[in-house]
């Protein structure tokens, strides 16, 4: 059973810094990993897919990276409607697996 | 413009059934996977089940056996049917399908689903 793991849970930060999640596998894994940025009350939103693609309408500063059992998602400037939680995502075989989510808040 | 709409959630008791609908607009729901996740008050998102356009069905282990999914492909929607349902089955249940691909592009608004006595 795949299981995936993130980190850190929470990340505390001001708007303008650098945000750095991580995703890891507990077996390797395709490049199809996705990301998704979830806000109080809404349903998710998918950010990245295969890894490293930005979905459609995704700003420039999130990026996606990584194989194998480690990726990362890159926050390069976090503007103020970042703040949110952030889940990795991964089909192994037929089913699917999701992180147990970092969340991103006001330092 | 693609929509999912869930319906259906409400108050149950343990032991109880309940019936989830998705209707879906802009897509064909049988002509891609289609799958609900469900989200408990204050956790993470759970992957909960996938129908492939083949008709494969698959399932988390703790609701295999309970839950079934289904589609209706003249009425373009998407089902769980969820029997003996377990207060630890509470949760917000959303529908969720991909544009192509292994990611969810398309969620709907979702549905609460509260198991109680």
């Known amino acids: 059973e795949l299981v995936l793991t993130q980190s850190p849970a929470t990340l505390s930060l001001s708007p303008g810094e650098r945000a750095t999640l991580s995703c890891r596998a507990s077996?390797?894994?395709?490049?199809?990993l996705a990301w998704y940025q979830q806000k109080p009350g809404q349903a998710p939103r998918l950010l990245i897919y295969d890894s490293s693609k930005r979905a459609t309408g995704i700003p420039a500063r999130f990026s996606g990276s990584g194989s194998g059992t480690d990726f990362t998602l890159t926050i390069s400037s976090l503007e103020p409607e970042d703040f949110a939680v952030y889940y990795c995502?991964?089909?192994?075989?037929?089913?699917?697996?999701f992180g147990p989510g970092t969340k991103v808040d006001f330092k | 413009e693609v929509q999912l709409v869930e319906s259906g959630g409400g108050l149950v008791q343990p032991g109880g059934s309940l019936r989830l609908s998705c209707a879906a607009s802009?897509?064909?729901?049988?002509?891609?996977?289609m799958n609900w996740v469900r989200q408990a008050p204050g956790k993470g998102l759970e992957w909960v089940s996938v129908i492939y356009s083949g008709g494969s069905t698959y399932y988390v282990d703790s609701v295999t056996g309970r839950f079934t999914i289904s589609r209706d492909n003249s009425k373009n929607t998407l089902f769980l049917q969820m029997n003996n349902l377990r207060p630890e089955d509470t949760a917000v249940y959303y529908c969720a399908a991909p544009k192509t691909g292994d990611a969810f592009d398309y969620w709907g608004q979702g549905t609460l689903v509260t198991v109680s006595s």
């Open positions: 995502h991964q089909r192994s075989n037929w089913v699917f697996t």
């Open positions: 077996q390797k894994i395709s490049s199809y």
């Open positions: 802009g897509f064909i729901v049988s002509g891609r996977y």
